[in-house]
């Protein structure tokens, strides 16, 4: 069974700050990962994908990596703002097509 | 473009019930799958439909079962509810699967008295 494990579990931090969330995955044989934002009570929002022929991808202030041969990810949020309080998950997707996710990194930035 | 739409949005049920659950994807999309999320468990992977047909399926029992239809909207039955169904149930939808972008509704949240 594939694992996905998210560290930090919770985190709050200063606006402005740069941060770094992590996602570790067992999968060798992953196809891609993605990154999501929930919003207490909502549902999921995309906010980037990675395959696996892939090393990076990055939208606005954000930044996703991928290293297959750790087994991680990492997602870089830059000049957090309060707006970015959120929980954030990973999702990877290995041979199977089915996606196994992590248990969120929960994010508070305070003004 | 109209997002992944799902009805109802809140529902409380009785145990022994049983409840069926709406998504309607975004247009084009063919690929629909449903997740449940709970406080303990996190976010899981019930089934995925493509083209009407279940392609993958999690690991969860029977009772929850699921279907497809020729415009792609898809509905997820939960029979003889128990109180562990109680839960935030989400579908997604993409172009073809997990290898694209998922794209996900707001959710579905039982209630099982």
């Known amino acids: 069974k594939q694992e996905v494990t998210q560290i930090p579990a919770a985190l709050s931090v200063p606006e402005g700050e740069n941060l770094v969330l992590n996602c570790s995955f067992t999968d060798s044989a992953i196809y891609n990962l993605q990154w999501f934002r929930q919003d207490p009570g909502k549902g999921l929002t995309s906010l980037l994908l990675i395959q696996s022929s892939q090393r990076e991808q990055t939208s606005g202030r954000l930044n996703a990596s991928l290293d297959k041969s750790s087994g991680r990810s990492t997602l870089y949020i830059a000049a957090s703002q309060p707006g970015d309080s959120a929980t954030y998950l990973c999702?990877?997707?290995?041979?199977?097509?089915?996606?196994?996710f992590g248990r969120g990194t929960s994010l508070i930035v305070h003004p | 473009k109209a997002g992944v739409t799902q009805t109802p949005r809140y529902l409380i049920k009785t145990r022994g019930q049983q409840v069926t659950l709406s998504c309607s994807p975004i247009s084009g999309h063919r690929s629909v799958s449903w997740y449940q999320q709970t406080p303990g468990q996190g976010l899981q992977f019930l089934f995925e439909y493509f083209s009407e047909t279940q392609r993958n399926k999690g690991n969860f029992p029977g009772r929850f079962s699921g279907r497809q239809f020729s415009n792609s909207r898809s509905e997820m039955n939960v029979s003889t509810l128990e109180l562990g169904d109680s839960a935030l149930y989400l579908c997604?939808?993409?172009?073809?699967?997990?290898?694209?972008?998922?794209?996900f509704g707001a959710g579905t949240r039982l209630s099982v008295l």
């Open positions: 997604a939808s993409s172009l073809a699967g997990s290898k694209n972008i998922q794209y």
């Open positions: 999702a990877e997707s290995g041979g199977s097509y089915i996606p196994t």
